[in-house]
């Protein structure tokens, strides 16, 4: 097997792994906040190319998983994003309103913030530096001299 296949190998593996454990985390949100889907989603997308890449090594199932590990790195890079717009006061204000008002509805334990983890979307992104690695035309080269 080669280095490439490896990668790729991983790749599936990391975007199962991140598929099932973004569900667990992000059920509580994902009728409020569409966009809270994209991770699931595009994991998903990720975990069927890259599996379709480890099986049969074509210029197709390449340019496929090059364009998926771009998606996952859009999408971590994103979710960066949404998970510390709070902290760093970056918030629409609709949305200030509506943790304001949750709040006074008692919704949240006094004192319990609700946060994110600040850096879980770099793992997407990880996954999709990955991709991308494996794909990386000067290694087709190195290997063929």
Same mark, same amino acid.
């Given at each position: ?10 790749? +599936? ?21 569409? #966009?809270?889907?994209? @991770? ?17 090594? %074509? ?7 090059? #364009? ?8 971590? #890079?994103?979710?960066?994003?949404? =998970? ?29 913030? =609700?946060? +994110?983890?600040?850096?879980? @979307?770099?793992? #997407? ?11 990386? @035309?000067?290694? %087709? ?5």
């Amino acid at each position: 097997m080669s280095l490439r296949r490896a990668l790729v190998g991983f790749v +599936a593996a990391g975007c199962l792994l991140l598929l099932v454990e973004v569900l667990i985390e992000h059920r509580e949100v994902l009728g409020e906040k569409p #966009i809270a889907w994209s @991770p699931i989603v595009v994991c998903g997308l990720a975990l069927l190319v890259s599996l379709w890449a480890f099986a049969q090594w %074509q210029p197709l199932a390449q340019k496929a998983l090059q #364009i998926a590990s771009v998606l996952l790195l859009l999408v971590g #890079i994103g979710g960066l994003y949404f =998970h510390n717009a709070g902290r760093l006061g970056l918030e629409r204000e609709e949305h200030k309103a509506e943790t304001h008002e949750a709040a006074e509805h008692g919704e949240h334990e006094e004192g319990e913030e =609700h946060h +994110a983890p600040p850096l879980a @979307p770099l793992a #997407i992104s990880g996954m999709g530096v990955l991709g991308l690695m494996a794909t990386y @035309p000067k290694w %087709q080269r190195e290997e063929e001299s």
